[in-house]
């Protein structure tokens, strides 16, 4: 039998880079350590949201109201109204602006990076597909009856949608329909991903 010769190693250590209040964003120090151009995250307040670096700085903010939508990767958002006509759409980075606003009562649902926005309509019965510049955009819409769930790739631009009668569509970043079928039936969907 050979002996087993051990060495003890240091564990990990978690070292924080930054940190603060998000209540008070911009008085967050950066980190020195992290490159900059990494990825950042968005954080949403109270009628408000901000994106912050992986270094902890503070790259953009805004007012958005109370209701709004993000893009997954904080580029660009959405406001509506509970109860509205209009949809209006904005950048975040590199600078707040707003690219359009429509006339609308459709509940919208933005893409991870805001190429792709469905709107649901108030019976949801129909979703309209429209792009970054507000224009109708690949098959236009899709039908069926009670939507029961929307859902995006985590990092794309591709999306579902399922119905309460068992129709369900899959749908690339233009908009064009690429994947689409019904359930036996009686069944519904309840889920995608």
């Known amino acids: 039998m050979q002996p087993v010769r051990v060495q003890a190693g240091g564990g990990a250590q978690i070292i924080p880079e930054w940190h603060g209040s998000l209540r008070h964003v911009n008085g967050i120090e950066k980190s020195p350590n992290v490159p900059a151009e990494r990825a950042g995250f968005l ?67 933005l893409s991870p990076h805001g190429k792709l926005i469905l709107l649901l309509n108030s ?18 819409s899709v039908a069926g009856f009670l939507c029961t769930v929307i859902a995006f790739a985590e990092r794309s631009d591709f999306g579902a949608a399922g119905f309460m009668s068992g129709g369900y569509f899959f749908v690339g970043p233009g908009g064009k329909v690429i994947g689409s079928g019904t359930l036996p039936t009686g069944c519904a969907v309840k889920g995608l991903a």
Not at 123 to 140: K, L, V, Y
């Open 43 to 109: 954080v949403k307040m109270d009628g408000a949201a901000a994106v912050l670096g992986a270094d902890g700085a503070l790259r953009a903010s805004a007012e958005t109201g109370e209701l709004s939508s993000f893009s997954a990767d904080g580029n660009y958002f959405i406001k509506f109204q509970k109860v509205g006509s209009e949809i209006e759409f904005f950048s975040l980075l590199p600078a707040l602006n707003r690219f359009w606003k429509i006339k609308s009562f459709e509940y919208p649902y």
């Open 123 to 140: 019976d949801q019965s129909a979703i309209r597909m429209i792009d970054n510049s507000g224009n109708e955009t690949g098959e236009r």
